[in-house]
């Protein structure tokens, strides 16, 4: 099952990190599981967990609590207080557990495995998880190059797939994913020059029907603050010129937000404008009467 496969392997690669784990289940989406406690029952059950449970048993708030103790916490929590004591130990025992998923637990050697194994997935999760866990995960398995040169083949499959077939949102996000394999493999020259023409293309459309448009956001927040952060922390020189040679690698054809105006935007959001009042702007100005809305 890919779905649990990933998250699997996020919980016991932040697990190996050094994380604890009460906090990477509770901040945790576990679409497979019921829990983040039948998480752990599961990677405890299938050997990549070993250890001990901070959870309270059954057994344990049995002997723990009188049935009148029971019956006051069952009321503070809004749930029936009527039944034998075993009755409400099993109501109480969720309440009483709840937030309580630490406990002393390693990974194993089969976890291990699984993790180097799987490395690739890391590298899913930081730079492609805009698209389909399966499609890449089958991607991989037949691909026979590194991890990097495979999911920069992907990226560039898919936006031969959108040029080709006019889907422009496609285009856009696999753009992206290709600056972040560039993050990833610590290449954040080449980064910056993916985001910044995902920047440019995003105020000037290869192509873009009123459907997508409904839904796009011209200038994307996190592509700003990506761009914020690589320009701040690493000194690339003169953005202005790197921005004028993006922009002239870009080709575009069929300007929408003339290129004084898309630096002065850039600088602008970058500065700390608000993203929604410039998508504001450049929908009134550029875009709305273009796309036909």
Same mark, same amino acid.
């Given at each position: ?42 990677? /405890? ?48 025992? !969720? /309440? ?161 937000? !003339? ?35």
């Amino acid at each position: 099952m890919s779905e649990q496969k990933l998250e699997v392997f996020n919980v016991l690669n932040f697990l190996n990190s050094g994380y604890e784990l009460e906090d990477i289940l509770n901040e945790g989406n576990f679409g497979t599981f019921e829990s983040g406690q039948a998480c752990i029952d599961y990677l /405890v059950s299938e050997g990549y967990l070993e250890g001990e449970s901070g959870a309270l048993t059954a057994e344990e708030i049995s002997k723990k609590y009188k049935v009148a103790d029971l019956k006051e916490l069952l009321k503070e929590n809004g749930l029936k207080v009527s039944g034998k004591k075993q009755e409400l130990v099993e109501r109480i025992l !969720p /309440v009483l557990n709840e937030g309580s998923l630490s406990g002393d637990y390693e990974l194993t050697d089969k976890a291990k495995e699984f993790l180097a194994e799987n490395e690739w997935i890391d590298l899913y999760m930081f730079a492609l998880v805009a698209f389909r866990f399966e499609d890449y995960e089958n991607y991989v398995k037949e691909a026979g190059d590194s991890s990097i040169q495979t999911a920069h083949k992907f990226c560039d499959e898919i936006l031969s797939y959108a040029l080709m077939n006019n889907q422009f949102l496609i285009f856009i996000d696999a753009l992206s994913a290709k600056a972040h394999v560039y993050a990833y493999d610590g290449d954040y020259e080449s980064f910056l020059d993916y985001d910044l023409q995902r920047y440019i293309l995003g105020l000037n459309p290869i192509m873009l029907d009123s459907q997508s448009y409904a839904k796009y956001d011209i200038v994307n927040y996190a592509n700003i603050i990506n761009l914020k952060n690589v320009t701040e922390k690493l000194d690339f020189g003169s953005l202005k010129k790197r921005f004028d040679r993006i922009w002239a690698k870009s080709h575009i054809k069929n300007i929408t937000v !003339p290129k004084k105006t898309c630096y002065k935007i850039l600088q602008k959001a970058m500065a700390g404008a608000d993203i929604e009042e410039i998508n504001l702007d450049l929908r009134e100005k550029y875009f709305d009467k273009k796309f036909g809305i």
